[in-house]
């Protein structure tokens, strides 16, 4: 549990940090407007007022004023700046060292030892089975639509969200499947080989990933909560006994790193299918889980 609570606890700290704002500067150039009756302006040129500026920013440098009815002032604009956090790569440091992890501890003889510690361990503690993982696994992706027929707009329309989940999906089962035939794991419960990496954590993850970056404007406690039910599913999949912790901490990686797949795809999508920002719409795409396969489709109206 200690294991799981420190992996949770730094996912969040970098996520967190993923999302923070500085402050850069620019210089723009406004054109003067000619003067009303109605200005009550106290900077003023001749027959010109200076534009009433309604941008969150602060003056630096001196207003210059000239003949060319333009005006050139310095600010400094609340806007992201370029760190090894936000960065265009960044988004993939926390799901690749997740998926490390589950590798490494493939072969790592103190990552095997803390796999078979924590088993033992939750064996003397608990017996009984916990049969919600089998649900909550699906929770988050149900949050991404429920809470928009709610009233929370999300950060893409019903096709967008629908191309990036059935993306993520099939990235994610395809990835969770070649995975665990080519690694062979024997579950903690002795019923197969296929214990490496954890299905149901990859599942819960890539729907709780897609719904903290739809709502994250909205609030990031959206995403948390995604995330904590995610997290959840891995630990009952721990205390069931059918994962190892490093099986759930690569699942979790699988997931995220699926969903920002997805995300990226999204442009070859519209392009693909020839979508452009028309009222309606009707694409078709195939849906993959760990358990099962289908087809989804969007109709937007």
Not at 45 to 63: A, D, F, T
Not at 88 to 97: D, E, K
Not at 171 to 196: L, W, Y
């Amino acid at each position: 549990m200690k294991q799981i609570i420190l992996i949770t606890a730094f996912v969040f700290s970098l996520t967190i940090q993923l999302n923070a704002q500085t402050e850069d500067s620019t210089r723009i150039k406004l054109p003067l407007l000619p003067k009303t009756s109605s200005d009550s302006l106290n900077l003023k040129s001749g027959n010109n007022v200076i534009p009433y500026i309604s941008h969150p920013m602060r003056e630096k440098g001196s207003l210059l004023l000239g003949n060319t009815n333009e005006i050139s002032m310095e600010y400094n604009i609340l806007s992201k700046k370029k760190t090894f956090f936000n960065s265009s790569y960044s988004r993939f440091i926390i799901p690749t060292t997740l998926i490390s992890y589950g590798i490494i501890a493939r072969g790592n003889k103190s990552l095997l030892n803390l796999d078979h510690s924590t088993n033992n361990e939750i064996g003397e503690h608990l017996s009984k089975h916990v049969p919600y993982d089998d649900y909550t696994q699906y929770a988050p992706a149900i949050a991404i639509y429920g809470l928009d027929w709610a009233g929370i707009k999300a950060k893409h329309n019903f096709r967008d969200r629908t191309l990036i989940m059935a993306t993520s999906y099939l990235i994610m089962g395809a990835t969770v499947q070649t995975m665990k035939t080519s690694f062979g794991v024997e579950r903690p419960d002795g019923s197969n080989f296929h214990s490496f990496p954890s299905g149901h954590t990859a599942t819960a993850f890539v729907g709780a990933h897609i719904l903290f970056k739809e709502y994250k404007d909205v609030s990031p406690w959206i995403g948390i909560g995604g995330y904590g039910v995610a997290t959840a599913t891995g630990a009952m999949r721990v205390f069931n006994k059918k994962h190892w912790v490093s099986d759930v901490v690569a699942g979790a990686g699988i997931g995220i790193l699926s969903a920002e797949v997805g995300y990226m795809l999204l442009p070859v999508w519209h392009n693909v299918l020839g979508i452009k920002n028309n009222d309606k719409s009707l694409v078709i795409v195939p849906f993959v889980s760990t358990e099962s396969a289908g087809v989804g489709l969007a109709y937007t109206f």
